[in-house]
């Protein structure tokens, strides 16, 4: 079994900065895309940022030039740097990773974890 724990959100000032972190862990062979999206009320979830184990990253729009994402491969973390946050970040933000696990019926295989997220609120 594969767990994604996510941490380091909170309730932050606009302008002000925030880290989260999400740490894999279980039966893990390899991490390969990690994630962060978020959902806001009567929103979709939207991707914010993503970086592959080559660590190439990606970015949504609205948060370019204000977050930054990295990923420690030796613990299997991913971080998001959030800085001159706006109000409009307010959101429960998830991590999300395409992962090869191993399993003694299945052997290798890919599948998809989700963390449970962590509430991000940027007000005055």
């Known amino acids: 079994q594969v767990q994604l724990v996510e941490s380091g959100g909170g309730l932050v000032q606009p302008g002000g900065s925030l880290r989260l972190s999400c740490a894999a862990s279980g039966s893990i062979f390899s991490v390969n895309t990690m994630d962060w999206y978020r959902q806001s009320p009567g929103k979709q979830r939207e991707l914010v940022a993503a970086?592959?184990?080559?660590?190439?990253?990606n970015y949504a729009d609205p948060v370019k030039g204000r977050f930054t994402i990295s990923r420690d491969n030796a613990k299997n973390t991913v971080y998001l740097q959030m800085n001159s946050l706006k109000s409009e970040d307010t959101a429960v933000y998830y991590c999300?990773?395409?992962?090869?696990?191993?399993?003694?019926?299945?052997?290798?295989?890919?599948?998809?974890?989700w963390g449970q997220g962590t509430q991000v609120t940027v007000s005055s």
């Open positions: 970086i592959t184990g080559g660590g190439s990253t």
């Open positions: 999300h990773s395409d992962l090869y696990v191993t399993d003694h019926d299945k052997g290798i295989h890919l599948i998809s974890a």
